[in-house]
């Protein structure tokens, strides 16, 4: 299984699909922490995947924006 997607859902990054560092789901990654700015946004897995059997498209799997672990520093003036 090649080609699996990441769909984020919420925060800045909201309706984002991005490719994930995966050859097999059991390789994706429970919590995704991406740069953002001049801080980071976390997003953690939220479900199960879609798109797994052949022919249906590519594998999905998705990730909810998590507000309290994300950090986004005010910058200094």
Excluded: F
Excluded at 19 to 32: G, K, Y
């Amino acid at each position: 299984m090649a080609g699996i997607l990441g769909r984020l859902s919420g925060g800045p990054l909201n309706g984002q699909i991005i490719p994930l560092d995966a050859e097999s789901l059991a390789e994706v990654d429970d919590e995704l922490v991406l740069p953002w700015d001049q801080g980071q946004q976390v997003y953690r897995r939220a479900g199960d995947a879609t798109g797994t059997g052949e022919g249906d498209g590519p594998t999905t799997v998705s990730y909810r924006h998590d507000p309290v672990s994300s950090s986004n520093p005010v910058p200094e003036a």
